[in-house]
């Protein structure tokens, strides 16, 4: 009996250790922009692949590289700010942004909400062309907490916090937003909460993410899902939403973005499903296929993101070569619209997820 209880330790000891040599490690370890802002990095110990958010600065997801779910090649999937923390600071682009309580442009900053009149800051006010428009929320420059983080052989996840506990000018709401970044085998995702801190009084809020993926972008193809066929959204010389949407057979994989290589075909466009509730909708996913690598980065969103957004002026703008993919919670200026608009009563919590892989 001795001998046998000692032969199913060993056995067992062997076992455990046979399963921890192939485990994958992971960490989360403090870095800088520029020596200057608290990052932290995900990353995978085993693969290199990793994830960079800056805390000091809204939690921006400023590095993302990944390997192929098929061939295992890496990556480098986002643009960055070559750790330069002026550029970070000065936001002229806004790479990797977190774009909340709204994504996108509210008309001149202006809206009503339940009969009161608001008037945000705006901060697009260019006269080449003409635009004038609150752009892309609160988050730039908040310094966020770490409020908690877990380890697993098959994971790593940051939690990322931040309250904003004082009304601000234009948006007299308080509210809280709690961010969970994770990388695993799967690739990288997010997970965001955002609570009415008001006990009685309701918030408008919708919200998106500003990547610009590393494409040679006149040669790439962006597919939309085909789960859906999809609506294009006319937008006036603002850049706002007219009301107006039309059925969109473009971006289908037929054909590259276009152009060339110094002027892309120019898009500025958002695309809404037609369809987004079909149970095949449940995810959508958006597909950047760059010839030049063979690669397809895929941003994938689930149904609290109903709208994307395709931008691919990076080159002409600041002469890096990329296609912004965003996904949104709701049409811009939602404000005013209320596509796709969330109300949340008070203490009422909503909650959205997305993520990147390379397939």
Not at 139 to 161: F, H, Y
Not at 204 to 211: D, E, K, N, R
Not at 287 to 311: E, G, I, P
């Amino acid at each position: 009996m001795g001998r046998c209880s000692k032969a199913l330790r060993l056995a067992s000891l062997i076992f455990i250790l046979a399963r921890a040599s192939n485990a994958t490690r992971y960490s989360i370890v403090d870095t800088t922009i520029g020596g200057v802002l608290a990052a932290k990095r995900i990353q995978n110990d085993d693969t290199s692949e990793y994830v960079e958010t800056i805390v000091d600065y809204g939690g921006r997801v400023e590095d993302l590289v990944l390997n192929s779910r098929t061939t295992g090649v890496q990556r480098k999937v986002l643009l960055t700010h070559h750790d330069n923390a002026t550029a970070v600071l000065e936001n002229k682009w806004w790479k990797g942004m977190l774009l909340l309580p709204w994504a996108n442009r509210i008309a001149y900053g202006k809206y009503e909400f339940f009969n009161a009149s608001y008037q945000l800051p705006v901060n697009e006010n260019t006269t080449d062309p003409p635009r004038h428009n609150a752009l892309h929320g609160l988050m730039p420059g908040r310094k966020l907490t770490v409020t908690g983080s877990q380890i697993t052989t098959s994971s790593a996840s940051l939690q990322l916090s931040y309250h904003f506990d004082k009304p601000l000018p234009g948006y007299p709401f308080t509210f809280d937003v709690v961010i969970n970044y994770t990388l695993s085998e799967s690739g990288f995702s997010m997970h965001f909460t955002v609570t009415n801190r008001m006990e009685s009084f309701p918030m408008p809020f919708y919200m998106g993410w500003h990547p610009y993926f590393v494409c040679t972008a006149y040669k790439t193809y962006v597919v939309l899902d085909k789960c859906t066929t999809w609506n294009h959204v006319e937008l006036n010389t603002n850049m706002d939403p007219t009301g107006i949407t039309k059925l969109y057979h473009g971006l289908n994989g037929s054909q590259p973005i276009g152009g060339t290589e110094t002027n892309p075909t120019f898009f500025d466009d958002e695309f809404k499903p037609v369809s987004p509730d079909s149970p095949e909708c449940n995810v959508i996913q958006t597909r950047l296929y760059d010839v030049d690598t063979s690669q397809t980065a895929v941003l994938w969103q689930d149904s609290s993101f109903r709208l994307v957004h395709v931008f691919t002026g990076s080159e002409s703008l600041f002469h890096e070569d990329a296609i912004a993919v965003e996904p949104m919670s709701g049409m811009a200026d939602a404000y005013n619209n209320h596509d796709h608009l969330s109300v949340l009563s008070g203490g009422e919590t909503w909650s959205g997820s997305f993520g990147v892989y390379v397939e």
